[in-house]
């Protein structure tokens, strides 16, 4: 389910870890400068809250006994300067923290979608996009909280605490140990918040992650929702989660609610025993009005900082877990060979040159084993019983050949395996045991994009992105105008584009939206000619258009087929039978092979199929009509039906 635990979404992280700060300043160190001037502004700050008590204990003690204006107007004086060189001083630390903040976020979340980019498709099978979502936007907005509230002005604090402690004991120290009698209380009302902070947040960013997930994977289905009358159901879910994640903020405001007033309170008791402690020395040499009037201002400054840390603290608890979630992420293992070839051009214009050849040897695969890392269970060459039989096979020693300019068609039942042959060629997966070559190279030597260049995939679920037709067909930035329009004058498409308000500058919505399901199919046939691929791959390419419409792409498709390599997967059988070998296959298995005419003559499953979908008697005189019984039927390997 959609709101289901997944490991990470919960871990509470440390408070400190050494090995995640070090990976977090190496995204800071390229702005050192932004952090010294930071520095610079805070250190500057920590000054002047000392200064402003010293010159009221001067007027206090000096200025008003002595009545003397004029040192009163220059103490004046001195204290605006005072007040404008902390505004300063303040709007520079604010200005340079946020900037390092975004600039640290924006290094951050590139690296992060970098990332994402590269992974094995069976990555995104495991995470739901709602919580990959969470991770570029919310864990490394707590990193910039870290940065430009944690860090910095973590290091203020500490700075302004040291300066007024020691001013503290300077100027007075038996008032300054008064007043620092509450400290411990202090430290144990802040070690008590921080635990309770510190559960309140782990069960907040869990809640925030179910809670993302859940509307990105109900706005992605919203078709299903309606189309089946579930609005009331998933509101009610979403209901659910949403009062979890409230109930989660409210626990974390309380605990709030109850720390401040609680430091209030102690502040407050320190300065009733500074004034106790104070009372019987006033009058005295030893202790004039000026300096507990400085005292007292110089408690509540000390304290402001005491409770600043102890939000710090829970700020970079906060910030550890996000790091720990995010350097998970970037630490997955990518697909192999995703890194950019420097020579993919020429590599690529080679292939072309040559044409494409195809071959899978004794290629099993199963979905039910975690993807992403390329190992072969057994030996190359090994005998088919030495492979775990634990696994789901979706296919089980498939083999094939098919050469530069030759057309090989896939058919079966659906959960056959053609898709998952198309998936493990794209190098969506890698398959348990087998190879795959492309020109008699393993593709697993070969570079991801480089293998990807030479081959055009026309999908039966076609996916087009947010922005206008031209750069829909354009995903090659190097194509012109002239190219654009030539490719869709190929297969039609120029007629439905000319058609579009827009023409080619026509604003298509997510995922393609304002325009049919077969203007789609056409629109993604133009992008692959315009691709010029060696190898063309197509799933059902016309299932969604009309008969006058297919008829013109099929003879598109057939100039396009001429001199490449063509793999199709067909659900009509019509639409292959002048392939130049037909695979059959049962269960991830190929139980026939060979031309259309060739598996009519073996009277099998092809046969029974193709007779059930053109509605006429299979040649052994059975109706023929029974689907589910042909594919819920197990076959051995390479038997046939009929």
Known sequence: MADAVLPGDDAQGKAYDAR??????AYVRPYRSLVAAALACLVVQSGMQVVGPLLTRWVIDRALPARDAGLLVQVALLYTALLVGQFAAAFGQTVVTALLGQRVMRDLRRALFARLQQLPVAYFDRHPVGRLVTRVTSDVEALNELFTSGVVEGIGDL???????????????QLALAAFAVIPLVLLASRAFQQRVRTSYRDIRTRIARLNAFVGERLGGMRIVQLFGREARELARFDALNVSHRDAQLASVRVYALYFPVIEFLTTFALASLLVAAGWRVGSTALTVGTVAAFLQLVRRFFQPLQDLS????LLQAAMAASERIFGLLDTPVAAGVAPTPDRAARVAAVRAAGVTVEFDD???AYDRE????EDLTPHGAAPDAVPTELTWVLRGVSFRVAPGESLALVGHTGAGKTTIVNLLLRFYEPERGRIRVNGVDIRTLPVDVLRAVIGYVQQDIFLFAGDVAGNIRLDAALDDVALRAAAVRVGADRVIDRLPGGWHHALTERGGGVSVGERQLLAFARAVAADPALLILDEAT??????IEAAIQGAVSELMRGRTTIAIAHRLSTIVDADEILVLHHGEVVERGTHRQLLDRRGLYDRL???QVGTRSAAGSPGGDLSAVAGARLPTGAALG
Do not use: C
Request: hydrophobic content about 60%; overall charge positive.
């Open 20 to 25: 995640l700060m070090r990976r977090l300043l």
């Open 159 to 173: 700075v302004t605490l040291v300066a007024i402690g020691v001013v503290m004991l300077v100027v007075d120290w």
């Open 311 to 314: 939000e710090k603290y829970n």
């Open 363 to 365: 290629v099993w695969f």
């Open 371 to 374: 993807q992403g890392v390329i």
């Open 543 to 548: 299932s969604a258009v009309d008969p006058h």
């Open 610 to 612: 193709f007779r059930l």
